[in-house]
């Protein structure tokens, strides 16, 4: 299957810092990138939908300036979290999904974010 | 609403035991279910795509099968290391959604040896 890769893995920062997550698709173009959030024991929440070149689609009750999304090019997109607190604590995953039609999304590894 | 249940929430199995895991869903038009695998830590792993009923795919051990209303995956003589939570999620077929999937809660699989 294809290839998603996010960094960093792992995050610690203090409350009040902005902490910028990458998400690349490594061998397709992801003309869409969606993120999740996942609690513990928990399914995944859609965060926001981003297409390449276009503003992010944020799902009800999520503020779109705390959680700033770039998609710049058809490989990249950015996930900011910004003023970060401790309730931002989580595990933020990105997919991604080529064209349109019967392609699937593939999902990154995930970024551990700890806020203190 | 798209709506995703899966059950049950856990189930425990012996090795060699075989089960199958339920995903009921409610959606306006299916454009694909979807069953991934998600280990502790770590990202979903795509395992299969179903898009009409009384289509069947088949992976090792897991079968994946669907109808109008649910999907089944048929786990066959598992082992400790299929071990994980199972995802469901559907796509519809909504004009503005851009593929998004509903996932279902999950259901955590534990395989003793």
């Known amino acids: 299957g294809a290839v998603v890769s996010q960094h960093p893995s792992r995050v610690i920062c203090k409350s009040g810092t902005s902490v910028k997550i990458e998400c690349r698709s490594l061998?397709?173009?992801?003309?869409?990138m969606f993120w999740y959030r996942q609690f513990p024991k928990k399914s995944l929440m859609l965060m926001a939908t981003s297409n390449e070149g276009s503003k992010a689609t944020y799902e009800q009750g999520v503020e779109k300036d705390k959680f700033l999304i770039n998609h710049a090019s058809l490989t990249l997109s950015t996930l900011t979290v910004t003023s970060a607190h401790p309730e931002d604590s989580s595990f933020y995953i990105c997919?991604?999904?080529?064209?349109?039609?019967?392609?699937?999304?593939?999902f990154g590894p995930g970024t551990r974010l700890t806020v203190l | 609403e798209d709506q995703v249940t899966q059950s049950p929430e856990a189930l425990r199995l012996q090795e060699g035991e075989s089960s199958s895991l339920n995903c009921s869903y409610t959606?306006?038009?299916?454009?694909?279910l979807f069953w991934y695998r998600q280990d502790p830590g770590k990202g979903p792993e795509f395992l299969f795509t179903?898009?009409?009923a009384g289509e069947e795919k088949e992976k090792e051990r897991l079968k994946a099968t669907l109808t109008k209303k649910e999907s089944f995956l048929h786990i066959t003589a598992p082992k400790p290391e299929d071990s994980a939570t199972y995802l469901c999620a559907v796509r519809d077929a909504g004009g503005t959604s851009y593929g998004k999937l509903t996932f279902g809660q999950g259901t955590i699989l534990t395989v003793h040896p």
């Open positions: 061998d397709f173009q992801a003309t869409t």
């Open positions: 997919s991604a999904r080529s064209g349109t039609g019967r392609n699937t999304q593939y």
């Open positions: 959606v306006s038009g299916l454009r694909g």
């Open positions: 179903l898009y009409s």
